[in-house]
């Protein structure tokens, strides 16, 4: 079977750093995705990694190690618009994705 | 800018209806998936496509069948709907290579009466 793990719920302060963790299990590993989706818009692609390590991409950077099944989405400098649900997926055979059921960020001020 | 277009954003039908949902993708992509997203469920996989006249199933087929007789289109149909299948269904597509990421419609919420 497949099983993602991340946190329901988060909540940071605006201009703080917050890291988003998933786990996974899954029967194979070709990669890990991370999607925003702003409520009630659809979700937009944010990061891929497939090998090990930190890959920085502006404020956002997000980690993989595949030893673990573990991956992280770190946030840096939030701002209000980042208020957002968070959404880790694997890519466990040629194409399709499996989604975690998403962390929902909220930022204050 | 990849553009993904799902033909309804709200739409109501009853208990034993026949759906059409329809999405239709303007970049050429080779790969196309229809969704259902639920609260506490997460986006859940039904179908997906990596070419015309082909099919997979994906986590949750059941209730569902799909048809891509063009590239650019991919049409998901409730054979005869039922109340568990209300619900966010978003469209989405993708070049072949499976790096490549995901580009999703805005959703059609479908509410089964």
Known sequence: GQNIDQPTEMTATEGAIVQINCTYQTSGFNGLFWYQQHAGEAPTFLSYNVLDGLEEKGRFSSFLSRSKGYSYLLLKELQMKDSASYLCAVVPGANNLFFGTGTRLTVIP | ?113
């Not at chain 2, 954003?9 to 992509?29: I, N, P, S």
């Not at chain 2, 995901?102 to 509410?111: C, K, M, N």
């Open chain 2, 1 to 113: 800018d990849v553009k993904v277009t799902q033909s309804s954003r709200y739409l109501v039908k009853r208990t034993g209806e026949k759906v059409f949902l329809e999405c239709v993708q303007d970049m050429d992509h080779e790969n196309m998936f229809w969704y259902r997203q639920d609260p506490g469920l997460g986006l859940r996989l039904i179908y997906f496509s990596y070419d015309v006249k082909m099919k997979e199933k994906g986590d949750i087929p059941e209730g569902y069948s799909v048809s891509r007789e063009k590239k650019e289109r991919f049409s998901l149909i409730l054979e005869s709907a039922s109340t568990n299948q209300t619900s966010m269904y978003l469209c989405a597509s993708s070049l072949h290579d499976r790096d490549q990421p995901q580009h999703f419609g805005d959703g059609t919420r479908l509410s089964i009466l």
